[in-house]
């Protein structure tokens, strides 16, 4: 299967907010993966980072929170901001992206859109199956809250660090999963289809200067994959 391309010029953040102690986790707070991750974020990662950052903060940024997140507002450090115009304010005032997904399957659009953005993330080890990622250089892997925190901890206090990850996170991403991507890989598709090489117009193969035609439609994700928060627009390449 072919997955769903980032428009990454749609993610450029603003460069006149500074990053502070923080994180950021962004997801539908009605899906189940999202309502544990938020949980186990806020109830259990977030006291470890706060003992070695009292300072850090944690934002859990998405639309119809469930009761038992919207109680996440009470503890320290802590805000559920509920739906929220735009996501590039949130994203550009955190040091950290925080995917503590630990359920479920698929590509985590969430994953993308950071990436596309240039942040650092720390995700939990479920979140990053699917993705040619490696633990250290194009995000921070982690299995248990003690290591998740360590990872949010080093991103904080490293800038060097978040520049490094938020960097090869982006150069991955446009490589193999923009919507330019997609669009080669649709095209290698239809040119098998038709039985021609891909990039020409010629079914002989006689290596004729030819084209497909228009670019392939592919789906953009703009938000997140999640049910609810999920919205994608299908345009040309």
Not at 190 to 207: L, S
């Amino acid at each position: 299967s072919i997955a769903s391309g980032s428009d990454i010029a749609a993610h450029e953040l603003p460069a006149e907010i500074e990053e502070g102690p923080g994180v950021v986790c962004v997801g539908y707070y009605r899906h189940p993966p999202n309502v544990d991750g938020a949980i186990w974020l806020a109830r259990e990662v977030m006291p470890l980072v706060r003992k070695e950052i009292p300072e850090a903060w944690c934002k859990l940024v998405g639309k119809d929170p469930a009761p038992e997140v919207q109680e996440l507002d009470d503890l320290p450090g802590v805000e559920v901001t509920g739906f929220v115009e735009s996501l590039k304010p949130y994203l550009a005032e955190a040091s950290v992206v925080a995917v503590p997904i630990r359920t479920g399957g698929g590509l985590r659009g969430k994953v993308l859109e950071a990436w596309a953005s240039k942040k650092a993330i720390v995700a939990h080890e479920v979140a990053c199956e699917g993705f040619a990622c490696e633990d250290g250089k194009h995000l921070i892997k982690a299995s248990d809250a003690q290591a998740f925190a360590n990872g949010v901890v080093r991103c904080i206090r490293d800038a060097k660090l978040r520049k490094s990850l938020g960097e090869a996170g982006h150069a991955l991403t446009e490589e193999r999963y923009s919507c330019a991507a997609m669009a080669r890989k649709y095209e290698q598709v239809y040119a098998k289809v038709r039985g021609i090489e891909p990039g020409t117009g010629d079914p002989n193969r006689n290596g004729k200067a030819g084209a497909l035609g228009a670019p392939p439609e592919v789906p953009r994700l703009i938000l997140d994959e999640e049910k609810g928060e999920q919205k994608k627009e299908v345009g040309s390449v």
